[in-house]
């Protein structure tokens, strides 16, 4: 892969995206000034609110300026609700980036798989010291030694498909195919574990893969319905929902790939299948929805206290982050976040909220990020999370480094940990 292909790979949790393939794409072309759209709710506004408002909105316009097509913002600092979007949401024929656009969100699926998984174990339909073996039967090498817990949290050694060179050349070859949940598991049990069953942590996307099949035939539904019936729909999501085709709902910002990915123009990946990341990171939702989601999770709305206590007990992959049940946590220089990141091709999320669930911050950028989009939309990243703490950005914001436990760099919070590598 090369550097462009791995910073990729940092910033999207789910992401086919390299550069070995070159799509059809429009000829290159600086874009124009990029429109905004902001509202704000909640009390008075004040002059320390009006400032950081403006230095979030710079720092969106300075992810556009880089090279993005659009990026979607929503902060909440738990009594006053700032949305913005800036750029457009598609270049041809041109739109303006609304704020309740939706977008393909990646990796934010986990959490919400995690959620229904958690509901039908209360229901006693599923355990999670159930091995993969138990419920499906021959379908992964040592199935018996691999329990739910072991998918949910990363532990369970199970090779992740999407680094699976074979898949990148499949899924590049034909972005419109149809992929079915076994041919993604087959790529992942092709390859050797990483690491004996619950000895270590690395994020598998085909932990995710299995764990949906297990959810569909412990309840009977299709994940499609259970999303639905069991998130969605109790929560008034209107702007939410698990993608089973490439077609959008709604109004949406199309993703793309900017010059250099693909081709000497931008790539318009929306229409792209949803199928190869399916129960990993195939939903589509917006800023507002995912804002309540969170929300309404870690306040204790959607699942009983002691349910979300078992989620949020964390592994730690490094000093300074935990992983969960399909969810992570983050110690940043402005507060601890709890939430997850998403990425699929075009479209990259961030949705970071405090353990209460009374502030948030949800970033929707539709664009694949190369170096210059990265670099900007890493600084955009740490001022909303020190927006929604109501603090300032530090002078120098340092965290710990995944390479080593004892190095310190400055470490950008859209890389998802670096926890998919």
Not at 53 to 71: C, H, N, P, Y
Not at 306 to 326: D, H, N, Q
Not at 329 to 335: A, W, Y
Request: aromatic content about 8%; hydrophobic content about 40%.
């Amino acid at each position: 892969m090369t550097a462009i292909a791995r910073r990729v790979a940092a910033l999207a949790t789910v992401s086919v995206v390299a550069i070995t393939m070159l799509a059809p794409s429009s000829p290159a072309a600086a874009l124009p000034p990029a429109p905004s759209v902001a509202s704000t709710s909640g009390v008075a506004a004040s002059t320390d609110r009006d400032a950081s408002t403006a230095a979030l909105r710079a720092a969106m316009q300075a992810v556009v300026d880089a090279g993005a097509t659009g990026v979607n913002a929503l902060v909440d600092q738990g009594d006053d609700v700032t949305r913005l979007a800036v750029g457009r949401a598609r270049l041809s024929p041109e739109r303006p980036l609304r704020t309740g656009d939706q977008a393909r969100v990646g990796s934010i699926t986990k959490t919400l798989m995690s959620v229904i998984a958690l509901q039908l174990k209360r229901e006693g339909k599923l355990a999670f010291d159930d091995t993969i073996e138990s419920w499906l039967p021959g379908l992964v090498p040592g199935g018996s030694a691999i329990t739910l817990r072991m998918l949910l949290n990363h532990t369970s050694g199970i090779f992740n498909y999407t680094d699976d060179p074979d898949f990148f050349a499949a899924a590049l070859a034909d972005p419109y195919r149809r992929w079915s949940p076994r041919e993604l598991i087959d790529f992942g049990v092709s390859n050797p574990p990483v690491f004996p069953p619950g000895t270590s942590w690395s994020y598998s996307n085909t932990g995710y893969i299995l764990l949906g099949l297990v959810l569909q035939k412990a309840s009977g539904q299709s994940i499609s319905e259970l999303v639905q019936r069991r998130v969605t729909r109790p929560l008034h999501l209107r702007n939410t929902y698990f993608a089973n085709s490439a077609p959008f709902r709604g109004s949406y910002a199309h993703g793309y790939a900017p010059p250099g990915i693909f081709g000497s123009g931008y790539t318009d990946t929306s229409r792209w299948t949803p199928t190869w990341a399916w129960a990993a990171g195939a939903l589509v939702s917006n800023t507002a929805d995912l804002a309540t989601f969170y929300q309404a999770l870690l306040s204790g709305r959607l699942l009983p206290r002691a349910l979300l206590r078992e989620m949020t007990t964390t592994v730690s992959p490094f000093p300074g982050a935990g992983y969960g049940l399909g969810i992570l946590t983050i110690d940043t220089p402005c507060g601890t976040i709890w939430g997850h990141t998403g990425g699929i091709p075009g479209y990259v999320t961030i949705a970071y909220h405090n353990r209460a669930g009374t502030r948030s911050t949800v970033l929707l950028l539709s664009t694949e990020p190369n170096d210059a989009i990265a670099q900007k939309f890493d600084a955009l990243v740490m001022q909303a999370v020190c927006d929604m703490f109501g603090k300032p950005v530090p002078a120098a914001a340092t965290m710990a480094s995944p390479e080593s436990a004892t190095a310190t760099s400055t470490w950008p919070l859209s890389t998802d940990l670096r926890l998919h590598q």
